[in-house]
């Protein structure tokens, strides 16, 4: 498992807020040292987890999930600085991939405040629909509230570390996505706030296990590797050059076999004229 510091949120945190007190030195730096993501990539998230959507209704992660892959991001809605930013940047970078939220997969924000109800929950969600800048239904977007007890399980159950500080009265917080497959098994996770939207398309594809995108989708995937240290997709240069070697070895073949064929054709012509 590998576990990463929310340094990004950090420093976005303090230089939004400069002088904030969850940025401040003595027990707040304590509190932040205990924040991060604990990767635990092919563990089970429990989907059976009751949480309230923006109109009221209980609903399950399963019901919403309806076995397709899935975003799943752990935010605070009254977050006074980074998770308007978050989601911000996940609505606008969901814009770039190909993919249909709603359709193709499914993306789910649960609020880690328990004190954050329907209208927080709203509000959320016209983050996400202001910043996606292609057509999508109201109803793409799963923005949810819960109690604590549930927020908490499913927090562990993703390892993702957050902290309360009374004094400030605010939530220390890692930025970031946990991809989960069609079984709610994690796949991957996408940390901070610079994964892209290719990142996305091919955490999504990852996810699917074939069943998202077509061929061409996955032979892209395969030339890009996951690393879970920066929580982004890059090129496999091994891969691709192990492909380009194969390549090589089959052309140079096919000339020695076309070469080989003109020579005995060519043998074969002079017997025949003699």
């Known amino acids: 498992m590998t576990k990463r510091p929310m340094l990004l949120h950090v420093v976005v945190a303090c230089t939004l807020l400069a002088g904030s007190t969850v940025c ?48 799943l991001e752990l935010a605070w809605y009254s977050c006074p600085s980074l998770c308007d930013l978050s989601l911000r940047r996940l609505g606008s970078r969901l814009s770039e ?23 927080q929950a709203r509000r959320a969600a016209s983050l996400l629909e202001d910043s996606y800048q292609r057509d999508t239904d109201v109803d793409s977007w799963h923005v949810l509230t819960g109690e604590a007890d549930n927020i908490e399980r499913l927090a562990d159950s993703l390892g993702f570390q957050y902290q309360y500080d009374a004094d400030s009265d605010q939530f220390a917080h890692p930025a970031g996505l946990a991809v989960l497959d069609d079984e709610g098994r994690i796949s991957s996770y996408l940390l901070g706030l610079t994964f892209s939207g290719n990142d996305i398309q091919l955490a999504l594809t990852r996810a699917g296990r074939g069943e998202l995108g077509g061929i061409s ?16 997709y890059t090129l496999d240069i091994l891969w ?30 002079g017997n025949g004229g003699s």
């Open 24 to 71: 401040a030195e003595g027990p707040q730096s304590r509190v932040l040292g205990r924040v991060g993501v604990d990767q635990k990539p092919g563990a089970s998230v429990p989907m059976d987890l009751h949480f309230t959507d923006r109109q009221g209704n209980s609903v399950t992660l399963a019901e919403l999930s309806n076995g397709q892959p899935t975003l």
């Open 97 to 119: 991939v190909r993919y249909t939220p709603g359709e193709d997969f499914q993306v789910i924000t649960v609020s880690i405040d328990p004190r954050d109800g329907a209208a």
């Open 217 to 232: 989708d996955q032979l892209v995937l395969r030339c890009f590797h996951f690393d879970p240290e920066k929580g982004v």
């Open 240 to 269: 691709l050059l192990n492909i380009a070697c194969l390549i090589t070895v089959a052309v140079l073949l096919l000339l020695v076999g076309v070469l080989m064929w003109r020579r005995r054709s060519n043998h074969r012509s």
